[in-house]
């Protein structure tokens, strides 16, 4: 039961039905019972509806649902919820990860151009480690194994090697864009971009 009230399973929603956030259920059922969400009970496409509360504590639980056992009984844990006073929708810079800088890139060496599959990839320090380089988005490219492995500690000049384009930070986005649907989760398919 703890660790189906402590993983992030909750989509949260602006008041315009954009999605923000995840949250555990520990926290949406909070935030419901202080009124500063309400739930949705999704039934497919066609039926949604905003749950306070109160009704939501005497739904019945569905095969499908998980649930947390109270006092009182079952409580059906929400899978996505409606911040009812926030209309904003933040942004952010992706996470400094491989994968993150591989998507700036376009899977594309930064000295060659060629276009790599996943594993004829490599992150490359363009300001070696071993040099003070830094994890940081001006500091990172995406390069093939092959050109990683020959540039080693030097610099790309040092190496005969040219970056096509100066490394930068992406654009901040939209948070919507950046949650992800990894356990692959109906409900939240109806409000995330695919």
């Known amino acids: 039961m703890n660790n189906v009230l402590t993983k992030a399973t909750v989509l949260v929603l602006n008041r315009n039905w954009q999605a923000i956030h995840v949250r555990t259920p520990q926290e949406a059922f909070c935030q419901m019972a202080t009124n ?3 739930a949705l009970e999704i039934e497919g496409e066609d039926h949604i509806r905003p749950v306070n509360w109160d009704e939501w504590l005497t739904l019945p639980v569905r095969p499908q649902d998980n649930a947390v056992q ?3 009984g079952p409580i059906r844990v929400p899978t996505v ?3 009812v006073n926030f209309a904003k929708v933040p942004r952010k810079r992706p996470k400094l990860c491989a994968r993150a800088i591989r998507e700036r890139d376009g899977n594309r060496c930064q000295y060659t151009g060629k276009v790599l599959r996943h594993d004829e990839g490599s992150l ?3 300001l070696p480690r071993s040099r003070g380089g830094q994890d940081t988005w ?3 490219v995406w390069s093939s194994k092959d050109v990683n492995a020959r540039k080693g500690n030097r610099l790309p000049h040092e190496a005969g090697l040219k970056l096509l384009a100066a490394p930068r930070a ?3 986005l939209p948070v919507t864009a950046l949650i992800r649907n990894v356990d692959g989760r109906k409900d939240w398919e109806l409000f995330l971009s695919k």
Do not use: F, G, Q, Y
């Open 36 to 38: 500063v969400v309400t």
């Open 70 to 72: 109270t006092a009182r």
């Open 81 to 83: 919820i409606v911040a």
């Open 124 to 126: 490359d320090h363009v």
């Open 138 to 140: 001006e500091n990172l």
């Open 170 to 172: 992406p654009k901040e």
